[in-house]
Protein backbone atom coordinates (compact mmCIF):
# COMPACT_ATOMS: atom_id res chain seq x y z
CA UNK A 1 0.00 0.00 0.00
CA UNK A 2 1.62 3.54 -0.76
CA UNK A 3 1.66 6.12 1.59
CA UNK A 4 0.43 9.00 -0.76
CA UNK A 5 1.10 11.77 1.94
CA UNK A 6 4.75 10.57 2.22
CA UNK A 7 5.56 10.11 -1.34
CA UNK A 8 4.40 13.80 -2.04
CA UNK A 9 6.60 15.21 0.35
CA UNK A 10 9.45 13.38 -0.54
CA UNK A 11 8.61 14.47 -4.27
CA UNK A 12 7.83 18.00 -3.04
CA UNK A 13 10.87 18.58 -1.69
CA UNK A 14 13.14 17.12 -4.03
CA UNK A 15 11.73 19.19 -6.53
CA UNK A 16 12.53 22.88 -3.90
CA UNK A 17 15.69 21.67 -3.94
CA UNK A 18 16.15 21.17 -7.69
CA UNK A 19 14.22 23.59 -9.25
CA UNK A 20 16.89 26.24 -9.29
CA UNK A 21 19.22 24.02 -10.58
CA UNK A 22 16.38 22.58 -13.01
CA UNK A 23 15.37 25.76 -14.32
CA UNK A 24 18.88 27.00 -14.98
CA UNK A 25 19.94 23.65 -16.91
CA UNK A 26 16.82 23.55 -18.84
CA UNK A 27 16.09 26.74 -20.34
CA UNK A 28 12.27 26.05 -20.72
CA UNK A 29 10.79 28.34 -23.11
CA UNK A 30 7.86 30.53 -23.35
CA UNK A 31 7.64 31.10 -27.14
CA UNK A 32 6.37 27.10 -27.71
CA UNK A 33 4.87 24.19 -25.56
CA UNK A 34 8.04 21.92 -24.15
CA UNK A 35 6.35 18.42 -24.46
CA UNK A 36 9.54 17.39 -22.93
CA UNK A 37 13.19 16.19 -24.21
CA UNK A 38 13.91 15.40 -27.36
CA UNK A 39 10.50 15.88 -28.38
CA UNK A 40 8.96 18.30 -30.91
CA UNK A 41 7.88 21.77 -29.79
CA UNK A 42 4.60 22.53 -29.89
CA UNK A 43 5.09 24.90 -32.90
CA UNK A 44 5.58 21.48 -34.81
CA UNK A 45 2.94 19.16 -33.34
CA UNK A 46 0.39 21.83 -32.98
CA UNK A 47 -1.51 19.89 -30.50
CA UNK A 48 -3.14 23.04 -28.60
CA UNK A 49 -4.29 25.82 -30.93
CA UNK A 50 -7.25 28.27 -30.99
CA UNK A 51 -6.61 28.98 -27.26
CA UNK A 52 -7.17 32.35 -26.94
CA UNK A 53 -10.38 33.45 -24.48
CA UNK A 54 -10.27 29.59 -23.16
CA UNK A 55 -9.76 29.11 -19.77
CA UNK A 56 -6.85 26.73 -18.97
CA UNK A 57 -5.64 24.83 -16.32
CA UNK A 58 -1.74 23.46 -16.55
CA UNK A 59 -1.29 20.19 -13.66
CA UNK A 60 2.51 20.31 -12.69
CA UNK A 61 3.18 23.41 -13.96
CA UNK A 62 7.02 24.01 -12.63
CA UNK A 63 8.22 27.02 -13.32
CA UNK A 64 4.94 28.03 -15.25
CA UNK A 65 6.18 28.47 -19.15
CA UNK A 66 3.33 26.53 -20.50
CA UNK A 67 0.57 28.72 -18.81
CA UNK A 68 3.19 31.91 -19.40
CA UNK A 69 3.00 30.91 -23.28
CA UNK A 70 -0.53 29.98 -23.34
CA UNK A 71 -1.00 33.49 -21.69
CA UNK A 72 0.50 35.53 -24.24
CA UNK A 73 -1.89 33.90 -26.38
CA UNK A 74 -4.91 35.43 -25.16
CA UNK A 75 -6.48 32.51 -22.90
CA UNK A 76 -6.89 32.57 -18.97
CA UNK A 77 -4.53 30.05 -16.98
CA UNK A 78 -4.13 28.59 -13.81
CA UNK A 79 -0.95 26.45 -12.68
CA UNK A 80 -0.57 24.32 -10.07
CA UNK A 81 2.37 22.64 -8.38
CA UNK A 82 3.60 20.70 -5.21
CA UNK A 83 6.57 22.66 -5.15
CA UNK A 84 6.60 26.17 -4.05
CA UNK A 85 9.99 27.05 -5.34
CA UNK A 86 8.95 25.68 -8.37
CA UNK A 87 5.93 28.71 -8.67
CA UNK A 88 8.52 31.09 -6.97
CA UNK A 89 10.14 30.54 -10.43
CA UNK A 90 6.95 30.54 -12.16
CA UNK A 91 5.11 33.79 -10.67
CA UNK A 92 9.18 35.81 -11.24
CA UNK A 93 8.76 34.17 -14.91
CA UNK A 94 5.39 35.40 -15.50
CA UNK A 95 6.09 39.20 -14.03
CA UNK A 96 9.34 39.24 -16.51
CA UNK A 97 7.15 38.31 -19.13
CA UNK A 98 4.39 40.61 -18.09
CA UNK A 99 1.45 38.12 -18.44
CA UNK A 100 -0.88 37.01 -15.37
CA UNK A 101 -1.32 33.35 -14.69
CA UNK A 102 -2.86 32.00 -11.64
CA UNK A 103 -0.31 30.52 -9.77
CA UNK A 104 -1.24 27.60 -6.64
CA UNK A 105 0.65 25.28 -4.47
CA UNK A 106 -1.47 22.16 -4.66
CA UNK A 107 -1.46 18.41 -5.59
CA UNK A 108 -3.01 17.75 -9.10
CA UNK A 109 -3.91 14.03 -6.66
CA UNK A 110 -6.81 16.48 -5.52
CA UNK A 111 -8.40 19.13 -7.70
CA UNK A 112 -11.57 19.77 -5.60
CA UNK A 113 -10.61 23.16 -4.92
CA UNK A 114 -11.96 23.96 -8.35
CA UNK A 115 -15.40 23.75 -9.51
CA UNK A 116 -16.81 21.43 -11.91
CA UNK A 117 -16.83 21.65 -15.49
CA UNK A 118 -15.55 24.91 -15.22
CA UNK A 119 -12.05 24.45 -17.58
CA UNK A 120 -12.27 24.28 -21.49
CA UNK A 121 -8.73 22.66 -21.62
CA UNK A 122 -6.18 20.89 -19.20
CA UNK A 123 -2.49 20.29 -19.70
CA UNK A 124 0.68 18.52 -18.28
CA UNK A 125 4.03 18.19 -19.44
CA UNK A 126 6.32 15.55 -17.51
CA UNK A 127 4.60 15.57 -14.03
CA UNK A 128 2.68 12.28 -14.20
CA UNK A 129 5.50 10.31 -13.87
CA UNK A 130 5.42 11.52 -10.02
CA UNK A 131 1.47 10.26 -9.13
CA UNK A 132 1.00 7.50 -7.15
CA UNK A 133 -3.10 7.28 -8.35
CA UNK A 134 -3.40 7.80 -12.41
CA UNK A 135 -7.17 6.56 -11.91
CA UNK A 136 -7.37 9.51 -9.21
CA UNK A 137 -5.83 11.86 -11.06
CA UNK A 138 -7.55 11.70 -14.11
CA UNK A 139 -10.86 11.07 -12.77
CA UNK A 140 -10.11 14.41 -11.11
CA UNK A 141 -8.77 16.31 -14.12
CA UNK A 142 -12.38 14.81 -15.33
CA UNK A 143 -14.56 16.18 -12.72
CA UNK A 144 -13.12 20.35 -13.55
CA UNK A 145 -13.17 20.09 -17.41
CA UNK A 146 -16.39 20.96 -19.51
CA UNK A 147 -18.09 18.36 -21.93
CA UNK A 148 -15.96 18.21 -24.41
CA UNK A 149 -12.79 19.68 -22.97
CA UNK A 150 -9.64 18.87 -24.31
CA UNK A 151 -6.61 17.30 -21.72
CA UNK A 152 -3.17 16.84 -23.33
CA UNK A 153 -0.78 15.75 -21.48
CA UNK A 154 2.81 14.14 -22.15
CA UNK A 155 4.99 11.86 -19.47
CA UNK A 156 7.85 9.86 -20.04
CA UNK A 157 7.56 6.88 -22.06
CA UNK A 158 7.02 3.88 -20.08
CA UNK A 159 9.46 1.87 -22.99
CA UNK A 160 12.04 4.95 -22.41
CA UNK A 161 11.63 4.49 -18.72
CA UNK A 162 12.66 0.51 -18.27
CA UNK A 163 16.28 1.22 -20.83
CA UNK A 164 19.74 1.78 -19.21
CA UNK A 165 21.07 4.96 -20.53
CA UNK A 166 24.57 3.70 -21.11
CA UNK A 167 24.12 0.20 -22.56
CA UNK A 168 20.93 0.59 -23.78
CA UNK A 169 19.57 -2.49 -22.47
CA UNK A 170 16.60 -3.26 -20.39
CA UNK A 171 17.30 -2.50 -16.62
CA UNK A 172 14.39 -4.35 -15.03
CA UNK A 173 11.11 -5.91 -16.64
CA UNK A 174 8.46 -3.32 -17.85
CA UNK A 175 5.97 -5.05 -15.52
CA UNK A 176 7.72 -3.87 -12.31
CA UNK A 177 5.31 -0.96 -11.98
CA UNK A 178 4.67 1.13 -8.92
CA UNK A 179 6.76 3.49 -6.27
CA UNK A 180 10.10 3.10 -6.77
CA UNK A 181 13.45 5.63 -5.03
CA UNK A 182 16.50 6.56 -5.54
CA UNK A 183 18.93 8.68 -3.67
CA UNK A 184 20.98 10.91 -6.52
CA UNK A 185 24.27 12.24 -5.28
CA UNK A 186 24.69 15.73 -6.72
CA UNK A 187 27.92 17.60 -8.07
CA UNK A 188 28.18 18.98 -4.77
CA UNK A 189 28.05 15.76 -2.92
CA UNK A 190 24.67 16.24 -1.84
CA UNK A 191 22.35 13.50 -1.64
CA UNK A 192 18.48 13.85 -2.14
CA UNK A 193 15.97 11.01 -2.28
CA UNK A 194 14.03 11.12 -5.87
CA UNK A 195 10.14 9.15 -5.76
CA UNK A 196 8.72 8.55 -8.87
CA UNK A 197 6.34 5.50 -9.95
CA UNK A 198 6.69 2.89 -12.95
CA UNK A 199 3.46 2.87 -14.85
CA UNK A 200 2.63 0.30 -18.28
CA UNK A 201 1.64 2.20 -21.39
CA UNK A 202 -1.65 0.56 -20.93
CA UNK A 203 -2.52 1.75 -17.09
CA UNK A 204 -1.89 5.11 -18.62
CA UNK A 205 -4.44 4.41 -21.65
CA UNK A 206 -7.14 2.21 -19.08
CA UNK A 207 -7.09 4.95 -16.15
CA UNK A 208 -8.26 7.21 -18.75
CA UNK A 209 -10.86 5.47 -20.14
CA UNK A 210 -12.45 4.06 -16.93
CA UNK A 211 -11.79 8.38 -15.80
CA UNK A 212 -14.62 8.72 -19.41
CA UNK A 213 -11.80 10.72 -21.58
CA UNK A 214 -12.14 9.65 -25.52
CA UNK A 215 -8.73 9.02 -26.48
CA UNK A 216 -8.06 11.01 -29.56
CA UNK A 217 -4.19 10.25 -30.26
CA UNK A 218 -1.34 8.75 -28.86
CA UNK A 219 1.65 10.19 -29.92
CA UNK A 220 5.26 9.09 -29.71
CA UNK A 221 7.39 11.82 -31.26
CA UNK A 222 10.69 12.18 -31.44
CA UNK A 223 12.86 15.10 -32.28
CA UNK A 224 16.76 15.80 -31.22
CA UNK A 225 17.01 19.23 -31.84
CA UNK A 226 13.63 20.24 -29.65
CA UNK A 227 13.20 19.79 -26.18
CA UNK A 228 15.22 21.26 -23.70
CA UNK A 229 16.65 19.57 -21.28
CA UNK A 230 19.69 17.85 -22.57
CA UNK A 231 21.29 15.42 -19.11
CA UNK A 232 23.15 12.24 -19.38
CA UNK A 233 20.21 9.95 -18.95
CA UNK A 234 18.92 11.04 -22.05
CA UNK A 235 21.69 10.39 -24.55
CA UNK A 236 20.64 10.88 -28.04
CA UNK A 237 21.52 7.60 -29.12
CA UNK A 238 18.95 6.03 -27.27
CA UNK A 239 16.33 8.45 -28.13
CA UNK A 240 16.93 7.25 -31.80
CA UNK A 241 15.75 3.97 -30.72
CA UNK A 242 13.15 5.23 -27.81
CA UNK A 243 11.53 8.27 -27.70
CA UNK A 244 11.60 9.67 -23.98
CA UNK A 245 8.06 11.03 -24.15
CA UNK A 246 4.53 9.54 -24.71
CA UNK A 247 1.69 11.83 -25.43
CA UNK A 248 -2.61 11.42 -24.97
CA UNK A 249 -4.57 13.89 -26.57
CA UNK A 250 -7.93 13.31 -25.15
CA UNK A 251 -11.52 14.76 -24.71
CA UNK A 252 -14.43 14.46 -21.84
C1 LIG B 1 9.75 17.51 -14.46
S1 LIG B 1 8.85 18.83 -13.68
C2 LIG B 1 7.90 19.37 -15.05
C3 LIG B 1 7.41 20.76 -14.84
C4 LIG B 1 6.79 21.41 -16.07
N1 LIG B 1 5.56 20.77 -16.43
C5 LIG B 1 7.77 21.43 -17.21
O1 LIG B 1 7.47 20.93 -18.29
O2 LIG B 1 8.86 21.98 -17.02
C6 LIG B 1 7.66 17.97 -12.67
C7 LIG B 1 6.82 18.91 -11.81
O3 LIG B 1 5.74 18.16 -11.26
C8 LIG B 1 5.49 18.66 -9.97
N2 LIG B 1 4.70 17.67 -9.20
C9 LIG B 1 5.08 16.43 -8.81
N3 LIG B 1 4.08 15.82 -8.15
C10 LIG B 1 3.04 16.71 -8.12
C11 LIG B 1 1.72 16.67 -7.57
N4 LIG B 1 1.27 15.60 -6.91
N5 LIG B 1 0.93 17.75 -7.75
C12 LIG B 1 1.38 18.85 -8.41
N6 LIG B 1 2.62 18.95 -8.94
C13 LIG B 1 3.44 17.88 -8.80
C14 LIG B 1 6.87 18.92 -9.41
O4 LIG B 1 6.84 19.77 -8.28
C15 LIG B 1 7.57 19.52 -10.63
O5 LIG B 1 7.44 20.92 -10.64
Not at 101 to 115: E, H, I, M, P, T
Not at 146 to 171: A, L, Q, R, V, W
Request: net charge positive; hydrophobic share 35%.
Amino acid sequence: MIDMKRSEKDIEKWWNDNASGFQRDAKISTKTINWGVHTPYDNKLKLLTNVKGKKIIEVGCGGGQISIFLAKKGANCTGIDLSEKELDYAKNLAKIEKVNVNFLKGSFQDLSRFKKNSFDIAVSSWAFQYSPNLNKLFKEVYKIIKPNGIFIFSMPHPFYEIMDSKTHKIKYSYFKTGRYENIDVWQDGSKHKFVGFHVKVSDIYNALIDAGFYVEKIIEPVSLKDGSVKWEDFPKELSKLIGPSIIFKTRK
